[in-house]
């Protein structure tokens, strides 16, 4: 994208304004993403606040190849990823396993959904993180397997099958849901 | 819908607009941190403590094992993890801190690498840390900061200070945990615990990871993961794994596996560790400022800084870090250390052999001589080469490294933009110092080279007057800060257009006056509508255009006079297009589609050039988009798409367009009414052939009918017989032909309206003119046989034919009384002629006879032979004054004691041979002529005022100079500007610097001279006199003196 390209140039050059475009641009998208894989709106935005935060210091260190919303998807996506391992090993200690699905926050995306939506939401809340991953990337986040595959640093082919898993299991818990 | 069905739609529109606190809070946080880090810089002074852990090539030495400690000790500072795991590992860290000594044996495994193993020893009370590898030991004490190493291979023995140097101003491996948990805090590891049988043992297996989230951002490493196995019963760590990913190197993944035990005591010292005894300490030791100096001489080379290299090579106060610059200064290769290198060098007391002085400069001089074989290559070798070289400088005068230079060799256009690509015959890369040499064949006839500079971060610069087969090039101005300019374009409502074609024609600022010229550059726009053109020069300014399918095509309007007014840097233009009208159509004939491909329909404003045209496809239909919906248009086809057909197209007229709509036209052809047309001289009353007219739509009540009229709808030219016949639709129309009139101007004439009716089978249309004078006639030679070859009177041509036949037709009348020249296709025949009459007979015939040569001498009247005065022929007219051909057949070549000849000279015309600039005393007058023969005008005198001017100082006196300041209306410096004085044919010329500066050098001393600034307000010339003073110029808007 050119804009971005642009807004990199400028922010790189320390420009307050090409950052708060980036922010304006991005914030929607990266807290929508966030809040998908995380189902928690409040974690959602501490994450994307940090990572705004540390973004905004890296300036001119940041070398950058790819495309912007790549980059800002790939980084927030790798902190829920430590947020989610932080918070699946909690209930080692304080037992809590069913914390996460059983959690009445757990759709926070309804607050803006459609009840279509927030069976939705609730569906993928229940898929394993890894499946939740691929699918909230890919389809939301707009990246390309490979893309995926970079960042978690595993191979295309296990990226594709977690997408079609995962994409099976949603099918299975809506469907189960509607004939309910 | 069932959300099962459609999951991938579902998800795509997911959406969470983020609560208004949080937004307002996180931007400003965002923003503060930005400012901060601007405060905080520069960023080398906080040194990155993972780079360090990767990178340093002495925590290489105990990579794995002090990390691991870093991480144990440190956990239970982690902000008070509050989670089991972490209050677990604390008890683990305390017991460890009870022990005396720790024993770790670890395996690196390096991917794609042979496995290496360590042997590690923790003093914890004595502060020492030894490590034992296959080949060397080392030691770290950090009581007395001292560093021991010892390899077996070689029996190498170093003792040096632990420096005081980036994290090791920590002066303890444990003061360095410290540092680690300051960054650790940021970002804490995730720490889990399990439970597990191994080797019959309880333990508890920690793992401890972490992934960096910000990748690219702080460090090197992808993902950190190590597992700790603790022994359950006494809570002591007895064994572990690390496993590190690197971000780049593909991913390379190193694994170390280790084992610890606690033994009561460790290595006293590093002949405890298998150093035979023999081996002595030595006993000089590296003191912190030697250790400074080298560090400063190797960060030096890492940036590239000959100076600082130079100066710690002159004023160093150790040898050692002299010789280190001394190898830095060959690694680098620059010229300009050979100096001072061959002055220490010089001063070497040593042995010869050992002189790092002397190896230095051979070796740059090597390296010189490499680049300049290495970096050129040349593609074919021809018989005359061009040499370029120069140097590239930033506007502040800095050397550029790694320009790509480049030379194109071209095919010249009818116009400069117009040049064909041919090839690249050149490349070169300019080197530290920002120089460049390349070598290339010279350009053919009609061909020409360019050089280009390109790298990229600077803008894309030319370089056009290669002259000559040495050309040292001061090209000073190719590095400027690359800029840009960008912008988006919508539509009417504000919806950004995907594709819409942007054109920018570039004009570049007048301070590069050698890359001002116009290029074009094209552009599609994003999905968000943006485009952007970059690498454009700063102060670059431009014309732009936007254009769709479909809309009208918007242009910048000029400013003033300023046709340009776009600036480089301009990074949110706006365009707004505004729907245009489409047309649709297709062609028929009787009735039925005429199914005819590549037909050119050309949509015209009323009374008005083409606005849009299309080409039908291979059904005859077309497509004319952009059209202006508050105007009315005419679709017409040119007849000649219909030649041999008999068909025309009936002009569709009056319509109508709406904005963002398709009007459907159906143009219909009509066989047409053979009309015949003679066009007669008005003096012979006799057909003139081959004379041009056209065919308008005419009608004589178009005030009140309001029918547009004069739209040339058929063009022809009579043939031999004087006819021509077209086919013209049944409408009223008028023949346009052009006239000799008595002036010798050429006079549109017009004949009488006339109709074709539908019914008519045939129209007759007869007009009078005076027709142009006429050449016609043979070329023989001297035996009567017809020659080929051209004839030539002013600017028109013709050529003969096999028969010797040519025709002039069109002379104009002014020309009668010139001379005109024929010559054979060898050039080895020729005449020259008076074109006294018009000739229309083809009995006219010229004689062509062989040319001859003038030879003879220019001198000064004191008998010297002058070079610089060039002797031409000129034409002697009737009335005894003479003119010079704009354009010579002839060639005069000139020696440089004045001997001259002027080769290929035809008879026919009396001649005079005269020098430039005028002032031979005589010009020598040759009568009537004899073909063959080689004339010698003898000794040609030049007059001494003419002298004067021809004659420059002798070179002793060319040794003053003239500087000054060139500044502008409001006294700012003007950079870039061209200051030039001309001297005989030597021309002075520099170009004003960063400072507004100019300086010529060379000059005679004391003269007169005409000094030219180029300046965008206008060219002005001022009178100097080269005295050693400055000249300083202020420059106005419309100032000429």
Same mark, same amino acid.
């Given at each position: 994208m050119i804009e971005d390209k642009l807004l990199m140039w400028k922010f790189k050059r320390g420009s307050r304004d090409a950052l708060q475009?980036?922010?304006?641009?991005?914030?929607?998208?990266?807290?929508?993403?966030?809040?998908?894989?995380?189902?928690?709106?409040?974690?959602?935005?501490?994450?994307?606040?940090?990572?705004?935060? /540390?973004?905004?210091? /890296?300036?001119?260190?940041?070398?950058?190849?790819?495309?912007?919303?790549?980059?800002?998807?790939?980084?927030? +996506?790798?902190?829920?990823?430590?947020?989610? =391992?932080?918070?699946? =090993?909690?209930?080692?200690?304080?037992?809590? +396993?069913?914390?996460?699905?059983?959690?009445?926050?757990?759709?926070?995306? /309804?607050?803006?959904? /459609?009840?279509?939506?927030?069976?939705?939401?609730? +569906?993928? +809340?229940?898929?394993?993180?890894?499946? =939740?991953?691929?699918?909230?990337?890919?389809?939301?986040?707009?990246?390309m397997f490979s893309q995926i595959g970079r960042l978690q640093g595993i191979s295309v082919n296990t990226i594709r099958s977690r997408y079609r898993y995962g994409l099976d299991k949603l099918r299975s818990l809506l469907n189960s849901e509607v004939t309910k | 819908m069932r959300p099962s069905e459609n999951i991938s739609k579902l998800i795509r529109i997911l959406h969470v607009t983020p609560s208004a606190e949080m937004y307002e809070s996180t931007l400003r946080d965002a923003l503060e941190a930005q400012e901060k880090s601007k405060k905080i810089k520069p960023a080398p002074a906080q040194p990155n403590i993972w780079t360090i852990i990767v990178k340093s090539p002495i925590t290489k030495l105990a990579a794995a094992a002090v990390i691991i400690i870093a991480v144990v000790v440190s956990i239970n500072?982690?902000?008070?993890?509050?989670?089991?795991?972490?209050?677990?590992?604390?008890?683990?860290?305390?017991?460890?801190?009870?022990?005396?000594?720790?024993?770790?044996?670890?395996?690196?495994?390096?991917?794609?690498?042979?496995?290496?193993?360590?042997?590690?020893?923790?003093?914890?009370?004595?502060?020492?840390?030894?490590?034992?590898?296959?080949?060397?030991?080392c030691c770290f004490d950090y009581a007395n900061r001292k560093q021991y190493f010892y390899r077996f291979s070689d029996q190498a023995f170093e003792v040096t200070e632990l420096p005081e140097h980036s994290f090791y101003r920590a002066n303890s491996a444990f003061s360095f945990v410290n540092e680690f948990i300051q960054y650790a805090k940021d970002d804490r590891f995730l720490v889990t615990q399990r439970k597990d049988i191994l080797n019959g043992e309880d333990v508890k297996i920690f793992e401890l990871s972490k992934s960096f989230p910000d990748v690219g951002m702080t460090t090197d490493v992808a993902t950190f993961k190590i597992e700790l196995i603790v022994n359950r019963e006494n809570k002591l760590l007895f064994a572990g794994s690390a496993k590190r990913k690197l971000l780049h190197e593909g991913g390379k993944t190193t694994t170390y596996n280790f084992k610890v035990t606690y033994p009561e005591s460790g290595p006293r010292d590093i002949y405890a560790l298998g150093v035979p005894s023999t081996a002595q300490l030595p006993t000089v030791y590296a003191s912190d400022?030697?250790?400074?100096?080298?560090?400063?001489?190797?960060?030096?080379?890492?940036?590239?800084?000959?100076?600082? @290299?130079?100066?710690? @090579?002159?004023?160093?106060?150790?040898?050692?870090?002299?010789?280190?610059?001394?190898?830095?200064?060959?690694?680098?290769?620059? @010229?300009?250390?050979?100096?001072?290198?061959?002055?220490?060098?010089?001063?070497?007391?040593?042995?010869?052999?050992?002189?790092?002085?002397?190896?230095?400069? $051979?070796?740059?001089?090597?390296?010189?001589?490499?680049?300049?074989t290495e970096d050129t290559t040349q593609i074919t070798e021809a018989e005359k080469n061009i040499t370029c070289s120069g140097i590239v400088l930033d506007p502040n005068d800095n050397p550029i490294e790694g320009i790509d230079v480049r030379a194109e060799l071209y095919y010249n256009g009818y116009y400069t933009d117009w040049r064909i690509f041919a090839e690249t015959t050149a490349k070169a890369r300019t080197n530290k110092s920002g120089?460049?040499? @390349?070598?290339?064949?010279?350009?053919?006839?009609?061909?020409?080279?360019?050089?280009?500079?390109?790298?990229?971060?600077?803008?894309?610069?030319?370089?056009?007057?290669?002259?000559?087969?040495?050309?040292?090039?001061?090209?000073?101005?190719?590095?400027?800060?690359?800029?840009?300019?960008?912008?988006?374009?919508?539509?009417?409502?504000?919806?950004?257009?995907?594709?819409?074609?942007?054109?920018?024609?570039?004009?570049?600022?007048?301070?590069?006056?050698?890359?001002?010229?116009?290029?074009?550059l094209t552009t599609y726009t994003d999905s968000e509508g943006w485009f952007l053109f970059d690498k454009l020069y700063e102060g670059a300014r431009l014309h732009v255009d936007a254009w769709k399918e479909g809309y009208l095509r918007y242009s910048t309007e000029s400013i003033g006079r300023d046709a340009y007014p776009v600036r480089a840097g301009m990074d949110y233009l706006l365009f707004t297009l505004e729907p245009g009208g489409t047309i649709i159509g297709h062609l028929t004939s009787r009735g039925k589609p005429y199914r005819r491909e590549g037909i050119l329909v050309v949509a015209r404003r009323t009374?008005?050039?083409?606005?849009?045209?299309?080409?039908?496809?291979?059904?005859?239909?077309?497509?004319?988009?952009?059209?202006?919906?508050?105007?009315r248009y005419t679709l017409t086809i040119d007849e000649r798409f219909f030649i041999g057909t008999g068909l025309i197209c009936k002009p569709a007229e009056n319509i109508q367009v709406g904005a963002g709509e398709k009007s459907k036209v159906v143009l219909e052809l009509q066989a047409g009414v053979p009309v015949t047309f003679r066009i007669i001289d008005s003096d012979t009353g006799q057909a003139v052939y081959n004379q041009?007219?056209?065919?308008?739509?005419?009608?004589?009540?178009?005030?009140?009918?309001?029918?547009?009229?004069?739209?040339?709808?058929?063009?022809?030219?009579?043939?031999?017989?004087?006819?021509?016949?077209?086919?013209?639709?049944?409408?009223?129309?008028?023949?346009?032909?052009?006239?000799?009139?008595?002036?010798?101007?050429?006079?549109?004439?017009?004949?009488?309206?006339?109709?074709?009716?539908?019914?008519?089978?045939?129209?007759?249309?007869?007009? $009078?003119?005076?027709?142009?004078?006429?050449?016609?006639?043979?070329?023989?030679?001297?035996?009567?046989?017809?020659?080929?070859?051209?004839?030539?009177?002013?600017?028109?041509?013709?050529?003969?034919?096999?028969?010797?036949?040519?025709?002039?037709?069109?002379?104009h009348p002014t020309d009668l009384g010139r001379a005109g020249y024929a010559f054979a296709k060898d050039k080895r025949l020729g005449r020259a002629f008076f074109c006294r009459e018009v000739i229309d007979t083809n009995q006219t015939e010229i004689v062509l006879e062989p040319l001859f040569d003038i030879v003879g001498r220019v001198i000064d009247p004191n008998g010297e032979g002058l070079a610089d005065a060039l002797p031409k022929v000129g034409i002697l007219m009737s009335n005894g004054r003479w003119y010079r051909e704009r354009i010579a057949w002839w060639k005069t070549v000139v020696d440089k004691d004045g001997w001259f000849r002027i080769k290929g000279v035809p008879v026919g015309v009396p001649m005079v041979v005269s020098i430039t600039p005028p002032g031979a005393e005589p010009d020598v007058i040759l009568g009537p002529l004899q073909p063959g023969e080689e004339i010698d005008v003898g000794n040609i005198v030049v007059k001494v005022e003419v002298l004067e001017r021809l004659r420059e100082p002798a070179d002793a006196e060319w040794y003053g100079n003239l500087s000054g300041l060139v500044t502008d209306e409001y006294g700012d410096p003007v950079m870039g500007t061209l200051v030039e004085t001309r001297i005989g044919r030597r021309y002075f010329r520099d170009f004003t610097d960063i400072d507004g500066r100019y300086e010529l050098t060379g000059l005679p001393r004391g003269e007169k001279l005409k000094l030219n600034i180029e300046h965008r307000y206008a060219p002005a010339s001022y009178d100097v006199v080269c005295d050693g003073n400055d000249f300083d110029v202020q420059l106005s808007p419309g100032e000429q003196k």
């Amino acid at each position: 994208m050119i804009e971005d390209k642009l807004l990199m140039w400028k922010f790189k050059r320390g420009s307050r304004d090409a950052l708060q475009r980036i922010y304006e641009k991005y914030v929607g998208y990266l807290v929508t993403l966030a809040t998908a894989l995380l189902n928690d709106v409040n974690t959602a935005e501490d994450i994307v606040h940090d990572f705004f935060v /540390s973004f905004a210091q /890296s300036g001119e260190k940041l070398r950058l190849d790819g495309s912007l919303r790549g980059y800002l998807a790939t980084c927030v +996506a790798n902190r829920a990823r430590d947020k989610m =391992r932080t918070r699946r =090993r909690q209930p080692l200690a304080l037992d809590e +396993a069913n914390s996460i699905c059983s959690n009445a926050r757990g759709s926070e995306l /309804s607050a803006v959904c /459609s009840e279509e939506l927030q069976q939705l939401s609730y +569906a993928i +809340a229940q898929l394993p993180y890894e499946q =939740r991953e691929v699918i909230i990337l890919h389809l939301q986040g707009g990246m390309m397997f490979s893309q995926i595959g970079r960042l978690q640093g595993i191979s295309v082919n296990t990226i594709r099958s977690r997408y079609r898993y995962g994409l099976d299991k949603l099918r299975s818990l809506l469907n189960s849901e509607v004939t309910k | 819908m069932r959300p099962s069905e459609n999951i991938s739609k579902l998800i795509r529109i997911l959406h969470v607009t983020p609560s208004a606190e949080m937004y307002e809070s996180t931007l400003r946080d965002a923003l503060e941190a930005q400012e901060k880090s601007k405060k905080i810089k520069p960023a080398p002074a906080q040194p990155n403590i993972w780079t360090i852990i990767v990178k340093s090539p002495i925590t290489k030495l105990a990579a794995a094992a002090v990390i691991i400690i870093a991480v144990v000790v440190s956990i239970n500072q982690f902000g008070g993890s509050p989670d089991m795991a972490g209050i677990a590992l604390a008890d683990v860290i305390e017991n460890m801190k009870k022990v005396p000594w720790m024993e770790v044996v670890s395996t690196e495994y390096p991917e794609g690498e042979e496995p290496r193993t360590h042997h590690e020893w923790y003093g914890f009370a004595s502060k020492k840390t030894f490590v034992k590898y296959a080949d060397s030991v080392c030691c770290f004490d950090y009581a007395n900061r001292k560093q021991y190493f010892y390899r077996f291979s070689d029996q190498a023995f170093e003792v040096t200070e632990l420096p005081e140097h980036s994290f090791y101003r920590a002066n303890s491996a444990f003061s360095f945990v410290n540092e680690f948990i300051q960054y650790a805090k940021d970002d804490r590891f995730l720490v889990t615990q399990r439970k597990d049988i191994l080797n019959g043992e309880d333990v508890k297996i920690f793992e401890l990871s972490k992934s960096f989230p910000d990748v690219g951002m702080t460090t090197d490493v992808a993902t950190f993961k190590i597992e700790l196995i603790v022994n359950r019963e006494n809570k002591l760590l007895f064994a572990g794994s690390a496993k590190r990913k690197l971000l780049h190197e593909g991913g390379k993944t190193t694994t170390y596996n280790f084992k610890v035990t606690y033994p009561e005591s460790g290595p006293r010292d590093i002949y405890a560790l298998g150093v035979p005894s023999t081996a002595q300490l030595p006993t000089v030791y590296a003191s912190d400022k030697l250790y400074e100096e080298l560090n400063e001489a190797r960060e030096m080379f890492a940036v590239g800084d000959v100076e600082g @290299l130079v100066t710690i @090579l002159l004023q160093g106060q150790f040898e050692e870090s002299k010789v280190a610059a001394a190898n830095y200064l060959a690694k680098i290769g620059d @010229l300009s250390a050979v100096g001072p290198l061959e002055k220490l060098a010089e001063e070497w007391q040593e042995e010869t052999a050992d002189n790092p002085f002397a190896a230095a400069v $051979s070796e740059i001089r090597k390296r010189l001589e490499e680049e300049d074989t290495e970096d050129t290559t040349q593609i074919t070798e021809a018989e005359k080469n061009i040499t370029c070289s120069g140097i590239v400088l930033d506007p502040n005068d800095n050397p550029i490294e790694g320009i790509d230079v480049r030379a194109e060799l071209y095919y010249n256009g009818y116009y400069t933009d117009w040049r064909i690509f041919a090839e690249t015959t050149a490349k070169a890369r300019t080197n530290k110092s920002g120089q460049f040499k @390349l070598s290339m064949p010279s350009a053919k006839y009609g061909m020409h080279h360019i050089l280009v500079f390109e790298h990229p971060e600077y803008a894309t610069n030319w370089y056009h007057n290669i002259r000559g087969t040495r050309v040292n090039l001061g090209v000073h101005m190719v590095g400027a800060e690359p800029s840009f300019v960008a912008g988006q374009v919508i539509d009417e409502e504000g919806n950004v257009i995907e594709g819409a074609v942007v054109r920018a024609l570039v004009k570049c600022h007048q301070s590069y006056p050698k890359t001002g010229r116009r290029a074009t550059l094209t552009t599609y726009t994003d999905s968000e509508g943006w485009f952007l053109f970059d690498k454009l020069y700063e102060g670059a300014r431009l014309h732009v255009d936007a254009w769709k399918e479909g809309y009208l095509r918007y242009s910048t309007e000029s400013i003033g006079r300023d046709a340009y007014p776009v600036r480089a840097g301009m990074d949110y233009l706006l365009f707004t297009l505004e729907p245009g009208g489409t047309i649709i159509g297709h062609l028929t004939s009787r009735g039925k589609p005429y199914r005819r491909e590549g037909i050119l329909v050309v949509a015209r404003r009323t009374g008005s050039a083409a606005s849009g045209q299309a080409v039908t496809d291979k059904n005859g239909e077309f497509k004319i988009s952009g059209l202006d919906p508050k105007r009315r248009y005419t679709l017409t086809i040119d007849e000649r798409f219909f030649i041999g057909t008999g068909l025309i197209c009936k002009p569709a007229e009056n319509i109508q367009v709406g904005a963002g709509e398709k009007s459907k036209v159906v143009l219909e052809l009509q066989a047409g009414v053979p009309v015949t047309f003679r066009i007669i001289d008005s003096d012979t009353g006799q057909a003139v052939y081959n004379q041009p007219f056209s065919v308008v739509l005419w009608d004589p009540n178009y005030h009140e009918t309001r029918k547009p009229v004069n739209i040339r709808v058929a063009s022809g030219r009579t043939d031999a017989s004087g006819r021509s016949v077209l086919m013209l639709t049944p409408n009223v129309y008028q023949l346009h032909t052009s006239e000799w009139d008595a002036q010798g101007e050429s006079e549109e004439r017009l004949s009488k309206d006339f109709n074709v009716g539908a019914d008519s089978n045939e129209v007759s249309v007869e007009v $009078s003119i005076t027709p142009y004078p006429k050449l016609y006639g043979r070329l023989v030679d001297t035996e009567g046989k017809p020659v080929e070859g051209q004839v030539t009177v002013v600017g028109e041509q013709a050529i003969s034919n096999v028969a010797g036949e040519f025709a002039l037709s069109r002379l104009h009348p002014t020309d009668l009384g010139r001379a005109g020249y024929a010559f054979a296709k060898d050039k080895r025949l020729g005449r020259a002629f008076f074109c006294r009459e018009v000739i229309d007979t083809n009995q006219t015939e010229i004689v062509l006879e062989p040319l001859f040569d003038i030879v003879g001498r220019v001198i000064d009247p004191n008998g010297e032979g002058l070079a610089d005065a060039l002797p031409k022929v000129g034409i002697l007219m009737s009335n005894g004054r003479w003119y010079r051909e704009r354009i010579a057949w002839w060639k005069t070549v000139v020696d440089k004691d004045g001997w001259f000849r002027i080769k290929g000279v035809p008879v026919g015309v009396p001649m005079v041979v005269s020098i430039t600039p005028p002032g031979a005393e005589p010009d020598v007058i040759l009568g009537p002529l004899q073909p063959g023969e080689e004339i010698d005008v003898g000794n040609i005198v030049v007059k001494v005022e003419v002298l004067e001017r021809l004659r420059e100082p002798a070179d002793a006196e060319w040794y003053g100079n003239l500087s000054g300041l060139v500044t502008d209306e409001y006294g700012d410096p003007v950079m870039g500007t061209l200051v030039e004085t001309r001297i005989g044919r030597r021309y002075f010329r520099d170009f004003t610097d960063i400072d507004g500066r100019y300086e010529l050098t060379g000059l005679p001393r004391g003269e007169k001279l005409k000094l030219n600034i180029e300046h965008r307000y206008a060219p002005a010339s001022y009178d100097v006199v080269c005295d050693g003073n400055d000249f300083d110029v202020q420059l106005s808007p419309g100032e000429q003196k």
